[in-house]
C-alpha cells in the first residue's frame, strides 16, 4: 500500500505492516512481471523486486495511478496524460484524447479502463 509523504507499507499476511519512507506522496501501486510499481506526485516513479527495497526512477510527469495488464505497465496523470512501460523503468507518452485529468487505471477482461474529472472513461485494449 501507498500513500501520503511516501509511506509504502509492505505485510506478509495483510494484518501486521512494515511502514517504509521514500520522499513524495505516492498515488497509485501496482505488481506485474516480477515487478512493484508505485507512482506520485513530482513524476515519482518507484520500482522493487520484494516490495522492501525501493528504487527511485521518475518521469516529470505527476501521475495519479498505474495498473498492470496485457504485458505492460500503464500510468495516468493530469491533463489526459498516460504513459505505458514494459518494465516500469523507461516510459513512453501517448495521446489520449483528453485534457482531462485521469485519475485512476485498471486492466481486466483484455481492456485497461482509464477514468478522469469530468465523468472521462477511456478504453484501449
Known amino acids: 500500500a501507498v500513500g501520503e509523504g511516501g509511506t509504502v507499507l509492505t505485510s506478509q499476511d495483510g494484518m501486521n505492516w512494515t511502514k517504509r519512507g521514500t520522499g513524495n506522496s505516492l498515488l497509485g501501486v501496482t505488481y506485474g512481471n516480477g515487478t512493484f510499481v508505485a507512482v506520485g506526485e513530482g513524476g515519482t516513479v518507484l520500482t522493487s523486486q520484494d516490495g522492501m527495497n525501493w528504487t527511485k526512477r521518475g518521469t516529470g510527469v505527476w501521475l495519479n ?4 495488464g496485457n504485458g505492460i505497465f500503464v ?3 493530469p491533463l489526459g496524460i498516460i504513459l505505458t512501460s514494459p518494465n516500469g523503468v523507461s516510459w513512453t507518452p501517448w495521446t489520449s484524447g483528453t485534457g482531462n485529468s485521469l485519475l485512476g487505471v485498471t486492466y481486466g477482461n483484455g481492456i485497461f479502463v482509464a477514468v478522469g474529472l469530468s465523468g ?4 484501449s485494449p
Do not use: P
Open 65 to 68: 495511478g498505474v495498473t498492470y
Open 75 to 77: 500510468a495516468v496523470g
Open 120 to 123: 472521462t472513461i477511456l478504453t
